[in-house]
């Protein structure tokens, strides 16, 4: 089993729709949570960490649920320029070494 | 400057050639990391530095050689290199110690390598 894992994607939506993605991750030590995102053949930026409590910016909310090992990311009022892949990343465990999901691809379409 | 710099962004050479890749962060971080990844793949981690040390090597060939003279500087020293390793090779560097929220990961803009 992979230690972290995504929705494989790609997600087509229209500009203005809510989407969701998921993440789980197998390694119950694992402390700090985040979503990044990756643009094409650019570097993965941060999109946002993700706190036990749940947190929102803007049109992003991210949960974590710490029992079954999930985290969420929802999307709400999709622009255009939401359009790129979506990166669970774990960290915590022996090394505290940040852990990447494979990545979900997002096109928002006019 | 600011964030993390990585030099050249692009490179092209050939399987006999020896070259290297160049990181420099300007935020304070102690951990530096390389990962590679390759065309619709997901992000391998390949070494990492904390303080100045390596804690970690992937199982990395040996071609491909780290070297951290000091918390703000990585290289990826690269010789005999195959077509297959041929990918982004991104540089990040981030605190170490406590996993927290605040403790991010920040990427450089890469290296795009071409191996002939």
């Known amino acids: 089993r992979k230690e972290v894992e995504q929705d494989p994607g790609p997600f087509n939506v229209p500009e203005g729709a809510t989407v969701a993605f998921n993440c789980t991750y197998s390694?119950?030590?694992?402390?700090?949570f985040f979503w990044y995102r990756q643009d094409c053949r650019k570097e993965p930026k941060l999109l946002m960490s993700?706190?036990?409590s749940g947190n929102e910016d803007g049109r992003f909310t991210a949960q974590l649920n710490r029992a079954s090992q999930y985290i969420s990311l929802l999307i709400r009022d999709s622009k255009l320029s939401d359009s790129a892949t979506y990166l669970c990343v774990v960290r915590g465990g022996r090394g505290q070494n940040f852990v990447f999901g494979p990545g979900t691809r997002l096109s928002v379409l006019p | 400057e600011t964030g993390v710099t990585q030099t050249p962004r692009h490179l092209v050479m050939g399987m006999t050639n020896k070259k290297s890749l160049k990181c420099e962060q300007h935020l304070g971080h102690n951990a530096m990391y390389w990962y590679k990844q390759s065309a619709k793949k997901p992000l391998e981690l390949m070494f990492v530095y904390n303080f100045k040390e390596q804690t970690e090597n992937n199982s990395v060939p040996s071609r491909f050689s780290p070297e951290c003279p000091n918390s703000s500087h990585l290289f990826l020293h690269l010789h005999t290199l195959q077509p297959e390793d041929s990918a982004l090779y991104l540089c990040?560097?981030?605190?170490?110690?406590?996993?927290?929220?605040?403790?991010?990961?920040?990427f450089g803009a890469g290296s795009r390598l071409t191996v002939l």
């Open positions: 990040a560097s981030s605190q170490a110690g406590t996993a927290s929220g605040a403790n991010v990961l920040t």
């Open positions: 993700v706190y036990s």
């Open positions: 390694n119950s030590a694992s402390q700090s």
